[in-house]
């Protein structure tokens, strides 16, 4: 396969993958196409745009009468929500909402921390924001959501304009010549009631907060715009090489890619692929380094700071830039320190990254869902290397073909988005599935796909552990055909006996592969105390983490890493034991308010060993 097809192939996979799932899907919104949006334009913080951020007008429709009649046939258009009428305009006229009169919520945010009467709402909710706006002649414009949960419909002026499942990761939607010239209507009808055949699907151990919870921005390109591009770095015959493509919405011949620091810059060839011998410093967590590359064409202009690193696996060694290495890490979920809920701010990222690297982190395990781009990009420039993972979560609905083109999609969304963070160094594709034969082939198809997106990173999943007995676990998941590393989590002392299981009990694997222990922890309430085999404890805690790190140490064959659960205590309706827990998953190594606990000192001290 010559380099011209091979970039081809990569271009073809991801444009096909996103913008052309014409399949229909029975949602809640009925029979509707599964995504209809525009092709995901990349690295949306370069590109002129306008924040749509800060209050929006809503109304909670637990039973979608703002889009279904009472025989839930949906509404005719121009009598649904979208609408956006006036209950004032004509006191004639019969209207049973209006927009104006309603509360606010804040953008970006989830609405069950704003609203206490929101608290446990999952179902229907419509979002309604008026902006002045003059489109220029020439330009095109693209309405972007950093993300909603879970499924959003889109509407522009009183017309439905586009439709997006997948409460993780972004999307855009095409609106040029929709938009008016002067005052215009920007209403989001989103749900985000559990389904058996989402994904996730209808159980999981994280809080299910609903809403617009990334920024919204209105995007502004020009006629033909550079909407995607690929730069990274292989090595060739005589030393490395940087090579990618660009991707413009139009033809990209003649677009050039520049990095000023190493004096290079080339054109791209007719299929929009490039290549060039280069030797740039390496990204590593001691050495985060970052270039500027510039992709110019004719017409668009696009900087983007990147980073250059290799990264591959020998036999069961992890190797990065050549050399081999440990990943400190630790779980965290994408949820704010304090009292609140989804993480907004580039500040908040910055509160959590900061908590694990002061407990000597290297590593970021972002679950259970593709995190905010703010917080990738801010570990990379910390050094912070990162597993990036979609919520394909427990039991999901293997043998639904929407459930697999669902997921399939969050997943070519993910990649697209972050293809270009070098600290980006595995992608996952599910955690703690049950193995059967239709788990196994939906995620093998699914670790091809990302392999076939990307090969520049590993690929792997939290698998299943079988116990051998005496105290011998292994993993022989089907999946590790497929997978560059085996990854699993282990509850030791927690949900599998007492912690002193931990002194006996060894792991070892057949498969040639690096082993990644992706969770591992404990519960306890910061500053509660009592005898260490008190549950909920942070004696219990620290006792359970020493006898981990110790096992973990001494008798896991081919260990490269791991990530505790987790970070800090997080919301989940799983967890109901008042006075302890109160709505928390209690595992957090700092509480919800930011409390180290002693557990947390445990794994600084292993860490700085390491
Ligand atoms: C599981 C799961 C997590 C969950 C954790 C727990 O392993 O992957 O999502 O929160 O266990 O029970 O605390």
Request: hydrophobic fraction near 35%; aromatic fraction near 12%.
């Amino acid at each position: 396969m010559t380099r011209t097809s091979s970039h081809l192939l990569l271009l073809a996979c991801a444009i096909c993958a996103i913008a052309c799932t014409d399949k229909k899907v029975k949602t809640a919104s009925g029979n509707v196409p599964f995504n209809d949006v525009s092709p995901l334009i990349t690295n949306i913080g370069a590109r002129t745009s306008y924040s749509l951020d800060g209050a929006w007008k809503y109304i909670a429709d637990p039973q979608r009468i703002g889009y279904y009649n009472y025989r839930n046939k949906p509404l005719a258009p121009g009598s649904n929500y979208f609408a956006d009428r006036s209950s004032t305009a004509d006191p004639t006229a019969l209207v049973e909402y209006d927009f104006d009169l309603a509360d606010s919520l804040a953008v970006p945010g989830d609405w069950n921390t704003q609203k206490e009467k929101l608290y446990f709402y999952e179902g229907m909710l419509w979002y309604r924001k008026k902006f002045n706006f003059e489109p220029a002649e020439g330009k095109r414009y693209f309405l972007y959501f950093g993300a909603v949960n879970y499924e959003a419909v889109v509407g522009l002026n009183g017309k439905e304009i586009g439709h997006h499942t997948g409460g993780f990761t972004p999307f855009d939607i095409e609106v040029t010549g929709k938009l008016r010239s002067g005052s215009n209507s920007l209403v989001v009808m989103v749900q985000n009631d559990r389904r058996k055949e989402a994904v996730p699907t209808d159980i999981t151990d994280w809080w299910n907060y609903g809403g617009i919870t990334r920024s919204v921005k209105l995007v502004e390109v020009p006629e033909n715009f550079i909407l995607d591009y690929s730069v990274q770095i292989r090595r060739g015959d005589g030393g490395n090489e940087i090579y990618g493509w660009v991707k413009t919405d139009g033809n990209a011949e003649g677009a050039t890619v520049s990095i000023p620091e190493l004096g290079k810059s080339v054109k791209a060839d007719a299929a929009g692929g490039f290549s060039f011998a280069a030797e740039p410093e390496l990204w590593c967590p001691e050495n985060p380094k970052l270039y500027d590359v510039i992709i110019e064409t004719a017409s668009d202009k696009v900087a983007d700071r990147i980073g250059f690193r290799f990264v591959e696996t020998k036999g069961k060694k992890l190797l990065l830039n050549g050399k081999e290495i440990f990943c400190k890490g630790v779980s965290i979920q994408e949820e704010q320190i304090g009292m609140g809920g989804r993480v907004t701010s580039r500040e908040q990222c910055r509160a959590l990254l900061d908590e694990a690297a002061a407990m000597g982190c290297n590593f970021v395990r972002l679950a259970h869902y593709p995190h905010n781009e703010d917080m990738v990009r801010l570990a990379e420039e910390m050094g912070i290397m990162v597993w990036s993972e979609i919520p394909v979560y427990w039991t999901i609905d293997w043998n639904n073909q929407g459930t697999f083109d669902n997921a399939a999609t969050q997943l070519t969304e993910n990649i697209t988005r972050d293809r270009n963070r070098a600290n980006i160094i595995i992608w996952s594709v599910a955690n703690e599935t049950p193995i059967s034969e239709e788990r196994n082939s939906f995620l093998f198809k699914l670790i091809d796909r990302a392999h076939e997106l990307d090969g520049t990173r590993l690929v792997s999943a939290a698998m299943e552990v079988k116990d051998l007995g005496g105290g011998h676990v292994t993993v022989d998941d089907p999946l590790i055909a497929k997978t560059d590393l085996i990854s699993f989590n282990e509850y030791m002392g927690w949900y599998w006996g007492s912690s002193r299981i931990c002194d006996t009990t060894y792991f070892t694997f057949e498969a040639e592969q690096p082993v990644f222990i992706s969770e591992f922890g404990a519960g306890a309430v910061a500053g509660r105390h009592g005898d260490v085999s008190a549950r909920w404890t942070e004696e219990y805690m620290e006792d359970l983490y020493v006898r981990n790190t110790g096992m973990l140490e001494n008798r896991v064959d081919g260990l490269v890493g791991t990530t505790p659960w987790i970070l800090k205590d997080f919301r989940s309706t799983r967890r109901h034991l008042t006075g302890t827990q109160d709505d928390y998953n209690r595992k957090g190594l700092i509480s919800n308010m930011g409390v180290r606990k002693s557990a947390f000192y445990v794994m600084k001290d292993w860490y700085s060993k390491k």
